[in-house]
């Protein structure tokens, strides 16, 4: 029981130092699909992406290698899952991408959506 508890109060104090960004992104992921506001404004992101070609072996399911790699900030991985369509992090590899293509939104419009929560 005391290693539960451990384990427990670790995952609360991490969760209490990740930034307020992630917060806030992980709570929209607690919605329905439909009132997800990323999902709400998938059009509004894609017009204001990237494509950046899937060159590094380290991304390989890990889209926050990815994101600490292009933005220097990997709480943004669920965003990019949902920009990608990719419903699972074992999934966002090479193949699974059109042409090995992620769509990159620009940070500063995926913060933007961030603030209106």
Do not use: G
């Amino acid at each position: 029981m005391a290693t539960s508890n451990k384990n427990t109060t670790n995952l609360i104090n991490y969760n209490n130092m990740s930034p307020l960004v992630y917060k806030q992104i992980l709570k929209e992921y607690t919605k329905p699909l439909i009132d997800n506001i990323f999902f709400q404004n998938l059009d509004y992101l894609y017009s204001h992406s990237d494509m950046v070609r899937f060159s590094n072996d380290s991304w390989n399911q890990r889209p926050e290698m990815f994101c600490q790699d292009y933005y220097n900030q990997y709480e943004l991985s669920p965003v990019i899952l949902t920009c990608n369509r990719i419903t699972t992090f074992f999934s966002f590899t090479a193949e699974s991408l059109k042409d090995s293509l992620i769509i990159a939104p620009k940070k500063e419009k995926i913060l933007q959506l961030i603030s209106f929560l």
